[in-house]
């Protein structure tokens, strides 16, 4: 039953709530407003409504708009450079993982001096300890997806590289966050389903993780079941209010989980996959692995806890670990994405056991905490079975 528990964020949960942005004390009276190179936050507005919410607040703000689907660490130093040049006092995470993860590592090198990889542990990173507290910083999040509005952790590519790594400590829990559905109703299904899978995979790692306890166990197992409910219901209608907002929800939770818990190898193998090839979103590379790498866990570890995800994910009847595998398998086609390809993003067969050396060289860590320890023929058997 030992635990720690450290989840500082104030959420702000709901439909319009993205108006608390023109009411609360804000940390600072000048932004760094980080959104994504699409055009999504501009086509739908709420660039623009954001934009208006802070001049109501009497708070200005300079956009920095170049963050890519899987973010990058010259990015996160052209954006510090900005705010530092423009004065801005923290910094503003606008749409999906990606801009709250950057504007999360930006508020670290807005503060800061040297390279962003001077703080990061694992792979090339040098690890060293930062010395200033970064920027405060406010999520505003528009997927449902990775949960980073609920807890510290920011994932950057160095793209010379291909290391894909996560990292983030207390000070980088945002100042606070606001989860407003309304702003989710416009990702498309594809994006809808990756996202919400991510989500899933937050939960469920976090609940067979070594690192698992009691209140990451009650996040975890309230997401798997609201995932498992209403994620079919978001992908094949958009417009559904209630499946956006319990996806939301959902995802939330699944941001408390990695407050509280945290990821496994599986993260770990999805980041090598995305690191080498960027165009790889990491939901799908996530659920490309999903079904070879929870059937050797559910084989070898925790029966238990794997009978209760199957249940919480919709099996009633669960009653073996393996019914997780086939819990999830049906959850992938009522989503549409049980066909997905890594051949599609130009992934090749015969790079497994390099996939497999760059997981457990960049992000070494996650697999100490899980409860079997995979051997480099293992992950390889696990990517080559899920290569198509």
């Keep these: 039953m030992n635990f720690s528990y450290y989840m500082p964020s104030r959420l702000f949960f709901g439909k319009g709530e993205i108006e608390k942005l023109a009411t609360e004390k804000l940390p600072g009276k000048k932004a760094l407003l980080v959104i994504s190179s699409g055009n999504s936050m501009k086509k739908y507005g709420y660039l623009d409504e954001v934009t208006d919410l802070l001049k109501k607040s009497g708070t200005e703000c300079v956009l920095f708009d170049k963050i890519l689907p899987n973010p990058i660490k010259s990015h996160v130093m052209e954006g510090a450079a900005l705010a530092k040049a423009q004065g801005c006092d923290f910094v503003i995470g606008l749409g999906g993982g990606s801009s709250i993860d950057s504007a999360k590592a930006i508020a670290v090198m807005a503060a800061n ?167 790889l979103p990491h939901g799908a590379g996530l659920i490309m692995i999903s079904l070879e790498y929870n059937k050797l866990f559910a084989a070898k570890v925790c029966p238990e806890r794997f009978v209760a995800m199957a249940k919480a994910l919709g099996k009633a009847d669960a009653d073996k670990p393996e019914d997780f595998v086939t819990a999830l398998a049906d959850l992938q086609k009522a989503c549409g994405v049980e066909n997905l390809k890594m051949s599609d993003y130009g992934i090749k067969a015969d790079e497994m056991q390099r996939v497999a050396l760059h997981a457990k060289d960049i992000m070494g860590g996650l697999f100490e905490v899980d409860r079997y320890q995979l051997s480099v023929e293992e992950i390889v058997s696990i990517l080559e079975k899920s290569y198509r």
């Design 113 to 279: 001096e040297g390279d962003y990889w001077d703080y990061i542990r694992g792979g090339s990173g040098k690890g060293m300890p930062v010395p200033n507290k970064p920027l405060p910083i406010i999520a505003i999040t528009t997927t449902a997806g990775t949960g980073t509005e609920a807890d510290p952790w920011t994932v950057i590519t160095k793209e010379e590289t291909g290391e894909k790594i996560g990292g983030g400590y207390d000070d980088t829990f945002p100042y606070f966050s606001i989860i407003d559905p309304d702003l989710m109703m416009s990702v498309p299904p594809h994006l809808t389903a990756y996202q919400g899978f991510d989500a899933l995979f937050h939960s469920t790692e976090g609940y067979i993780n070594k690192t698992a306890n009691f209140m990451s166990d009650m996040y975890a197992l309230a997401a798997i079941e609201l995932i498992g409910k209403y994620l079919p219901r978001a992908v094949n209608d958009g417009s559904d209010e209630e499946a956006r907002a319990m996806v939301a929800l959902a995802n939330t939770l699944a941001g408390m989980v990695e407050s509280t818990s945290g990821c496994t190898s599986e993260h770990s193998l999805e980041h090598a996959l995305s690191g080498y090839y960027p165009e």
